[in-house]
């Protein structure tokens, strides 16, 4: 049977609770719209554990025989997000001392898959700058590695990070360096700066930007 955690939310404005009148609240349960406080919905003997710790967290609510979710309304991203979860005390000193047994293994483990991560990364880098370079065998070495590590940065969302990006797609390899041209060849990010429209300045400096590409594709 699926289980359906409780939601515990932390109001931007604090409230009082519509059973006892107790408040303002940190943490609250919404009941047919009305606000309850956690001692009247019985979970008031549940302690926060803040998000942060996966492992941690997994001990925690696999112990916790009643646990809940807490969130929060991100107001600039219209949603609600994790804050974390309120679980039986006992099960987070459970927790807590099974994370202290075995901090180290976890440790060895998370550098290991850092390692795998950064070689992966690297992979990815050194291919990107082997394309641009058959596609442009003119364009500098250094200008190559300077785009491939660039648009190929972990966490940037950039081409390099696309799908179309890790898959070499030719169109996604030539946006890459086109955009690298237009930021560090031509006039445009100056004209952004003294307020002229993005489109507008992009047209402007098309004609430059073609130009390199035009050199650097030349053999």
Same mark, same amino acid.
């Given at each position: 049977?699926?289980?359906? +955690?409780? @939601? ?30 956690? $001692?009247? !919905? ?16 997994? %001990?925690?609510?696999? =112990? ?6 807490? @969130? ?23 927790? *807590? ?8 293994? %976890?440790?060895? %483990?998370? !550098?290991? $898959? ?16 082997? *394309? ?5 065998? #003119?364009?500098?070495? /250094? ?5 491939? =590590? ?5 966490? #940037? ?5 696309? +799908?179309?990006?890790? #898959?070499? /797609? ?8 086109? +955009?690298?041209?237009?930021?560090? $060849?031509?006039?445009?990010? %100056?004209?952004?700066?003294? =307020?002229?429209?993005?489109?507008? +300045? ?9 130009? @390199? ?7």
């Amino acid at each position: 049977m699926d289980l359906v +955690a409780p @939601v515990v939310v932390e109001p931007l404005k604090r409230r009082r609770c519509s059973e006892c009148r107790q408040g303002p609240l940190e943490r609250v349960i919404v009941e047919f719209n009305a606000f309850v406080c956690l $001692d009247c !919905a019985d979970l008031g003997h549940l302690v926060f554990l803040r998000r942060g710790d996966t492992a941690l967290t997994r %001990r925690a609510r696999e =112990g916790s025989a009643l646990w809940a979710v807490v @969130v929060r309304h991100n107001r600039r991203r219209t949603r609600y997000e994790r804050q974390g979860l309120l679980v039986e005390e006992s099960a987070l000193r459970r927790a *807590e001392a099974a994370c202290l047994a075995d901090a180290e293994a %976890r440790a060895r %483990r998370r !550098a290991r $898959d850092a390692e795998r991560r950064a070689g992966r990364d690297a992979e990815i880098t050194a291919a990107l700058e082997a *394309e641009i370079l058959r596609l442009f065998p #003119s364009c500098p070495s /250094d200008r190559a590695a300077e785009i491939a =590590g660039h648009a190929s940065a972990k966490g #940037s969302g950039r081409v390099g990070r696309t +799908a179309a990006g890790r #898959s070499l /797609d030719r169109g996604a390899v030539t946006a890459a360096v086109r +955009a690298a041209v237009r930021h560090v $060849d031509t006039e445009y990010d %100056r004209l952004l700066m003294t =307020g002229v429209p993005r489109h507008q +300045a992009r047209t402007r400096v098309a004609p430059a930007i073609e130009a @390199v590409l035009r050199a650097w594709r030349t053999d």
